[in-house]
C-alpha cells in the first residue's frame, strides 16, 4: 500500500488524511450540459424539459456558476486549514460534474489515504442536503471496488455563527441598493430551495425542531435578530421557496418565491429585498430563479427589487468550518466532543427520502454501513456546545431536489478561536444624523473585528465625559523651504500642543478640496479645558504662527437617546481611517417638535441606509450651546469615494426633511504633521 505522504500523526487533522469537499457538480461547456442533466435526473424527466432546463445556461455560456465557486470555497478551506498548521490535502469531488468523487476517491486512495473527512456543500440536514450525499459516498466507493477507506462527514453547519453573520450582513448591504422605503413598506423574503413534502416530513434528526423548515426559520430569526441588532428594527421578514421541479401534482413546500412577489404589493410593499440563505454560492438557481425570474416578477408587480449576496467565503464562515473539521478530527483522536447539536456520525433513520423510505448504504451514519470499513469508526459524542440551527446551503444546478449548495460555518465550531463577532459596524456610531431609534438592550454592543480596532465597554464610554475639537486652518505664510527646519517647526509645534494631555485623533490635509482651508486637527479628551488649552498652545506654537484659523467648533459625547450602546466611533474603539469628511448640522424646529414614534421610524429608516456601509466609520457628537450648531459629525474610510457613496444615499431619507444646516463641510487625508508640512507653500 502506498503510503499517504500527508497523514503525519502529528497533523492537526489526523486521523485523517485527506479532506474531501463534495459538491453537486454542473457542466463545464455546452457539450456538457444535456449530458448533466441527464445524470442528474435519472432518467426520470422528459428531454423535451430537461431542453428547457438546459436553456438557462445559455445565459453563461453552458458553464454552470458553480464551478467556480466551488473552485474559490475549496482553496479557502484549504489556506484556513494550512493557517492552523494542517498539511493533509484539500480535494474536490463533485456527484455530478467532474472531478467526480470516483475519481477524487481513487486518487486518494492511490495515494495512501484510508481515512476521509468529507465535508458536503450543504448547510441544512435533509435528504437532498444531506443523506444523498452519504449515500453517493457509498456509491462511489463500490463502483471503483475500494473496501478500506472510511469515511466520515462533518455534521450540518447551519448553526455557524459565521454562517449567520455572513447572511446577515449581506442582508444589510443589500438595504442600500432599495429606495428608501418606509419600514411598513419594505419586506425581507429569505429564500431557500423547495423539497417535496415528504421529504420535508423526514428531514431531520427526527426530533422537534430539527426538521428542514425548523432549521430554515431559525436561520432567518437569527439573521433578523443580527440585523436588529445594528439598525435598531428590521423590516417584516417570509420565509418562500425556489427551484421547484419534480411532477406537477407532487407536493412542495411553498410559497414560491414568485408566486409569493405578486402577492405582496396588496400587502402595501413597496420594496423587497429577497436573501438566499438556502445557498451558499451563486450557481445556477440563485442567479437565473432569483436574479432573472424573480426580479421580473417583482418588476412587473411594481416592487424595488435586489438580492442578497450569498455567504460565500465570508472569513468568518470560513474560519468556523475550518474550526469545526479540526475538532472532528480531535473527536476522533479521543480528545473532544461534537461541537454542533447534530450527532456525528449521523444517527439511524436520519433524513431519509421519505417517512417510510428503505435505508441503503451510507457512509457516517449508524443505520445501514457501507461495506468499505478502514480504520474503526469513532464515534464523536453528541455533546458539546449546542447551537439552534441558523445556517442554510441549497440544491444545487439540478431540475430535481438532490443538490444542495454549500456556505461558509463560522464561529462557535471554531475551537481555536473566539467566536466571531457581528461586523464591526455594529460597535461604532452608524452613519446617521444624531441618536438612532433601538429597541435593543443597552448591553448590544459587539466588539469590532477589524485588528486596528479595540473593544471598549459602553457602560464606561458613557459613565464619563468625552469630548472633542475640530479646528480647521489656512497657510497665511509660507513654510520654511530648508526641510529639517520644517520638520523640526511641525512636530515642535504638535508636541507643545500635546502637552496639554490631548490625544491627536489625526491631521488632515484638506487642501485642494476647499480653497479657504489647508489643515483640519482633530482633538480628542476627557476634558473641555484641556482641548481648550490644546488650541490656544497650537496658536502659539512656532506653525501656529503661520496659520490663520477658519473655523473650529467642539462636541460631545452623549449617550443617545434610544440605544445607550449606541457609540461613536471614536470613542468606541475604532482606530483613524484614511480620510475623513467633518460637517455640522442643525435640525429643524419642527423635527424637536415630532412624535417619539415619529422621530423613531425615520431615525430606523436613516439607520438601515446608513449602517450598511460597515466600511465608513461615524462619530457624531452633540454641540447644543457650543457654538452655533447642534451636532458635529465626522464620517471616516479608508476609500474616499465610498464616504461620497454614504452621504449621497443619506439624502434620500425621510429624516432629510428635518435638516436646516449641514455645512460647511471640510474633507481631507489623514498625514502626519511632517507629510502635511511637506504638501504646503514654502517660502
Known amino acids: 500500500m502506498t503510503a499517504n505522504p500527508y497523514a503525519a500523526p502529528t497533523d492537526p487533522l489526523a486521523p485523517y488524511g485527506a479532506v474531501l469537499v463534495v459538491s453537486f457538480g454542473g457542466p463545464r461547456s455546452p457539450e456538457e450540459v444535456m449530458p448533466f442533466l441527464r445524470r442528474v435526473s435519472h432518467g426520470r424527466i422528459p428531454e423535451e424539459r430537461l431542453a428547457d432546463v438546459a ?28 493557517r492552523h498548521g494542517v498539511r493533509v490535502p484539500v480535494l474536490l469531488g463533485n456527484r455530478n460534474g467532474t472531478p467526480f468523487l470516483e475519481e477524487a476517491l481513487t486518487d486518494m486512495h492511490a495515494h495512501g489515504v484510508r481515512r476521509v473527512l468529507a465535508v458536503v456543500t450543504s448547510a441544512y440536514a435533509s435528504y437532498s442536503g444531506c443523506r444523498q450525499y452519504r449515500e453517493e459516498i457509498a456509491t462511489a466507493l463500490a ?100 427551484s421547484r421541479s419534480g411532477r406537477p401534482n407532487d407536493p412542495w413546500l411553498e410559497p414560491d418565491i414568485i408566486d409569493h412577489l405578486r402577492n405582496l404589493p396588496e400587502q402595501g410593499v413597496q420594496s423587497v429585498v429577497v436573501a438566499p440563505i438556502g445557498f451558499v454560492a451563486d450557481h445556477m438557481e440563485v442567479v437565473n430563479d432569483l436574479d432573472y425570474e424573480a426580479a421580473e416578477a417583482a418588476k412587473v408587480s411594481g416592487l424595488a427589487f435586489t438580492r442578497a449576496a450569498t455567504a460565500g467565503t465570508h472569513p468568518a464562515f470560513i474560519a468556523d468550518l475550518a474550526g469545526l473539521i479540526l475538532s472532528q478530527a480531535a473527536a476522533a483522536r479521543g480528545e473532544g466532543g461534537n461541537l454542533t447539536s447534530w450527532p456525528a456520525p449521523c444517527a439511524a433513520g436520519c ?29 464523536a459524542e453528541p455533546g458539546g456546545a449546542v447551537f439552534v440551527p441558523s445556517g442554510s446551503a441549497s440544491a444545487v444546478d439540478r431540475p430535481g431536489p438532490e443538490a444542495v449548495e454549500l456556505e461558509t460555518p463560522p464561529s462557535p465550531y471554531n475551537p481555536l478561536t473566539k467566536e466571531t463577532p457581528m461586523s464591526d459596524h455594529s460597535s461604532a456610531d452608524s452613519v446617521i444624523e444624531g441618536p438612532r431609534d433601538d429597541e435593543v438592550p443597552a448591553g448590544s454592543y459587539t466588539a469590532p473585528t477589524d485588528p486596528r480596532d479595540t473593544p471598549v465597554i459602553p457602560e464606561e464610554v458613557n459613565a464619563s465625559s468625552k469630548w472633542a475639537m475640530y479646528s480647521v486652518f489656512r497657510v497665511a505664510t509660507a513654510l520654511p523651504a530648508e526641510d529639517d527646519e520644517r520638520r523640526r517647526l511641525v512636530e515642535g509645534s504638535d508636541e507643545w500642543a500635546g502637552h496639554s ?47 490663520e484659523p477658519v473655523w473650529s467648533n467642539v462636541g460631545v459625547h452623549r449617550p443617545a437617546e434610544f440605544n445607550k450602546s449606541h457609540l461613536p466611533s471614536c470613542f468606541a474603539g475604532i482606530a483613524p481611517r484614511r480620510w475623513a469628511a467633518f460637517y455640522p448640522f442643525i435640525r429643524s424646529k419642527e423635527w424637536y417638535l415630532l412624535p417619539a414614534a415619529d422621530r423613531s421610524r425615520m431615525l430606523r429608516e436613516h439607520g438601515i441606509v446608513g449602517a450598511a456601509s460597515s466600511d465608513v466609520k461615524a462619530s457624531t457628537l452633540a454641540a447644543f450651546a457650543l457654538g452655533d450648531y447642534e451636532w458635529i459629525l465626522a464620517l471616516e474610510g479608508d476609500d474616499l469615494a465610498r464616504v461620497v457613496d454614504v452621504m449621497k444615499d443619506l439624502r434620500y431619507v425621510e429624516a432629510r426633511r428635518y435638516v436646516d444646516v449641514d455645512t460647511p463641510f471640510f474633507t481631507g487625508e489623514r498625514v502626519s504633521p511632517v507629510v502635511w508640512a511637506d504638501r504646503q507653500m514654502r517660502a
Open 143 to 242: 463502483h471503483v471496488g475500494i473496501t478500506d477507506m472510511q469515511v466520515d462527514k462533518v455534521p450540518p453547519f447551519n448553526e455557524a455563527p459565521g454562517f449567520i453573520r455572513a447572511n446577515a450582513e449581506a442582508l444589510m448591504q443589500a438595504f442600500m441598493r432599495i429606495p428608501p422605503t418606509p419600514l411598513e413598506a419594505t419586506r425581507v423574503v429569505f429564500v431557500t430551495h423547495s423539497i417535496p413534502d415528504s421529504m420535508q416530513d423526514a428531514s431531520g434528526a427526527g426530533q422537534p425542531g430539527t426538521d428542514y423548515i425548523s432549521q430554515h426559520k431559525a436561520v432567518c430569526e437569527k439573521v433578523a435578530g443580527q440585523v436588529r441588532q445594528v439598525f435598531g428594527n428590521m423590516p417584516q421578514w417570509d420565509l418562500a421557496y425556489c
Open 55 to 82: 436553456r438557462h445556461y445559455d445565459r453563461f455560456g453552458g458553464v454552470s456558476p458553480i464551478n467556480d465557486a466551488t473552485d474559490v470555497f475549496v482553496n479557502a478551506i484549504g489556506n484556513e486549514l494550512r
Open 501 to 547: 494631555g490631548v490625544d491627536t485623533r489625526g491631521w488632515y490635509d484638506l487642501s485642494g478640496l476647499r480653497a479657504n482651508a489647508d489643515l483640519l486637527v482633530w482633538w480628542v479628551s476627557d476634558d473641555p479645558a484641556v482641548l481648550q488649552d490644546a488650541y490656544h498652545r497650537f496658536r502659539a506654537s512656532g506653525l501656529g504662527r503661520h496659520l
Open 351 to 379: 433524513c431519509r427520502r421519505y417517512p417510510d423510505a428503505e435505508d441503503i448504504p451510507t457512509v457516517s451514519g449508524s443505520d445501514v454501513e457501507s461495506v468499505a470499513a478502514g480504520a474503526d469508526v469513532v464515534d
